[in-house]
Antibody, heavy 121, light 107 residues
Framework: EVQLVESGGGLVQPGGSLRLSCAASGFTFSNYWMSWVRQAPGKGLEWVANIKEDGSEKYYVDSVKGRFTISRDNAKNSLYLQMNGLRAGDTAVYYC??????????????WGQGTLVTVSS | EIVLTQSPGTLSLSPGERATLSCRASQSVSSSYLAWYQQKPGQAPRLLIYGASSRATGIPDRFSGSGSGTDFTLTISRLEPEDFAVYYCQQYGSSVLFGGGTKVEIK
């Protein structure tokens, strides 16, 4: 059974940093692209970042470029999101999701339960 | 940049009724490049449809997807009590993009 379990969320002041983790199990982690998707309270879904199987390619939504870094450790079956320079607008539930490719179409077939990040003074 | 517009914002229906949800892209997308997700309160999204019309593993056949170009539809043939939720469409072009969602609520 595919499982994705996020951790590391919490309350942080504006300008602060946080590192999210996602522990994956039930599949060969190193064979899949992985992603972070967030959802602000009461709002819709917003894609944050993608990372290739071997970590050689990374992509970000414009609003987090230069502040967030996605990474992975295939030996530990873990995905990470280092978030620096946090802003109130980054407040959201952050989901870890497994990515799939259909030709040139990227989508998400499994999601974790999410971890809440609150940026507030 | 492509914008995905979902309509209606809210759909009020009774169990057993048919639900038709729309997702419109501001520019034409490949006929296969669309997915649909279901999200219930307090839960993570769940993949329903990918490639515009392929059901994900374990998804009941009352859920179906169709469309191409700029207009896509998710149809729930007969609403079950567990189907009342928010539904999102998702497209991939230069990046991942989600629609704003349609809430299907009990009438």
């Amino acid at each position: 059974e595919v499982q994705l379990v996020e951790s590391g969320g919490g309350l942080v002041q504006p300008g602060g940093s946080l590192r999210l983790s996602c522990a994956a199990s039930g599949f060969t982690f190193s064979n899949y692209w992985m992603s972070w998707v967030r959802q602000a309270p009461g709002k819709g879904l917003e894609w944050v970042a993608n990372i290739k199987e071997d970590g050689s390619e990374k992509y970000y939504v414009d609003s987090v470029k230069g502040r967030f870094t996605i990474s992975r450790d295939n030996a530990k079956n873990s995905l990470y999101l280092q978030m620096n320079g946090l802003r109130a607008g980054d407040t959201a539930v952050y989901y870890c999701a497994r990515g799939r490719w259909l030709q040139y179409f990227y989508y998400f077939d499994y999601w974790g339960q999410g971890t809440l990040v609150t940026v507030s003074s | 940049e492509i914008v995905l517009t979902q309509s209606p914002g809210t759909l009020s229906l009774s169990p057993g009724e048919r639900a038709t949800l729309s997702c419109r892209a501001s520019q034409s997308v490949s006929s296969s490049y669309l997915a649909w997700y279901q999200q219930k309160p307090g839960q993570a999204p769940r993949l329903l449809i990918y490639g515009a019309s392929s059901r994900a593993t374990g998804i009941p056949d009352r859920f179906s997807g169709s469309g191409s170009g700029t207009d896509f539809t998710l149809t729930i043939s007969r609403l079950e009590p567990e189907d009342f939720a928010v539904y999102y469409c998702q497209q991939y072009g230069s990046s991942v993009l989600f629609g704003g969602g349609t809430k299907v609520e009990i009438k």
